[in-house]
Structures are given as C-alpha cells and as structure tokens.
C-alpha cells in the first residue's frame, strides 16, 4: 500500500514557515518518497553540488526543509510539475497586486502565516482565505479573458501534478511519501485527488494534512 501525506507550503519562508518548521513535518512523517511542486530545474545538479559539498541551502523553503531531511534519511525525491506557471499567470499576478484591497487580504494572510505556521496553511481556515483571494481577483479583473486564460493554465499546471505521481505509484514500490504543494492550490489538489480515488490504483491511500 502507498500512503502519501499531502502538506500544503509556501515557497518562501515567513515566521513560523520555515524549512526548521516544515523539516520536523517531514521527519515526524518519514516518507521514503517526497513528491513536491517543482519542475526538474528548481533544484539543479549544481545546487545539490552546493550542499552535497558545502552545505549551502537552496532558497526554497520545500528544498531546504528536503537537505535538512537528508542529513539523516535516504528518500526518493520527485518533482511533478510539468511546466512552469505561465506568462499569461505572471500578467494577472502583477496587474491585480497594485489593489489596495487585495494588498490588504496578502497583509492578513501573512501575518497569520507568520504567527501560526503549517498549522494554519492546512486549515479551512486558510483554503477560504485563498478562496476570498481568487475571487477578489476576478473582480478586480471583472471576469475577463485573462482571469479565463489563467484558470484555465492553472488546470493546466495541476492536472500534470497529479497524473505524475500516480505515474510514479504505478512503477515503483514504496510505503509512504508526502506531497507538498502550495497553499493557494489547497482546495483544487484536494477535490482532484478526491476524483482519482475513483478508478485510480487500489493500493494508494491519501492523507490530508490538517484534517
């Protein structure tokens, strides 16, 4: 049987977020397989050089908290991601920043990020936090074409995500592995991994961390 936890992260560290934070998640958990948010170039040969020989940690948050989990554990790590999040995704993100009332909600959600850590990036609290955030944001872009566009890549960008790890499941043994993602994409990685447990591998069990 697969058992894989899956964490939501943010990718940079803010207070209580930090890899020391998310390395003890991971160590309590002690996957033999980590499967992350991330294309095969987020962590280059050169920067596991960097480690491997000087122990120089990488600026993502997931990474650092995976080198600090290999001083004492050997694991399988596997980035899913396909692509990376598009042009079209960078547009909106650097158009509906400029809101006032957006800045605001950003403020809040770091903040509590900040003082409450993991705990809160894995609650319903915070999946409706983003949800007020993506709905906001397509006010402010009154629903158009690119508030379209970029739905419709982010589908893009999950779908992969999913489809990669069970991939992986099918051809390699092992008990269990953890999945990190990013907190934004908490609710739709939720509701897609509840839609593969029909017809999907009989032998994986999911775990919701937080719930």
């Known amino acids: 049987m697969h ?3 899956f964490i939501s992260t943010i990718h940079k560290e803010i207070g209580k977020c930090n890899a020391k934070e998310l390395y003890k998640i991971i160590n309590k958990l002690n996957p033999e ?19 491997s020989t000087y122990g120089v940690f990488h600026n993502k948050l997931e990474i650092s908290a995976i080198q600090q989990y290999n001083y004492n554990t050997s694991f399988r790590y596997i980035p899913v991601c396909e692509n990376g999040l598009s042009d079209a995704f960078h547009k909106k993100i650097k158009f509906v920043s400029q809101n006032t009332e ?34 906001l944001e397509s006010r402010i872009l009154n629903n158009n074409e690119l508030d ?16 990669n790890i069970y991939s992986f499941c099918s051809n390699n043994n092992f008990g269990s592995a953890i999945f990190m993602c990013g907190t934004a994409h908490r609710k739709s990685i939720i509701k897609k991994i509840e839609k ?9 069990s999911w775990t919701i961390f937080g719930q």
């Open 102 to 135: 957006l800045q605001k909600l950003i403020d809040n959600f770091n903040c509590l990020a900040a003082e409450r850590g993991f705990e809160f990036l894995n609650s319903l609290e915070c999946m409706n936090f983003q949800e007020e955030m993506r709905m």
């Open 196 to 204: 593969s447990k029909n017809g999907r591998q009989k032998n994986l």
């Open 33 to 51: 397989v980590i499967f992350l948010e991330a294309i095969d170039e987020t962590y280059s040969e050169y920067e596991n050089y960097l480690f």
């Open 3 to 5: 058992d894989i936890t």
């Open 148 to 163: 379209k566009i970029v739905m419709e890549d982010i589908e893009s960008y999950e779908e992969p995500m999913i489809q």
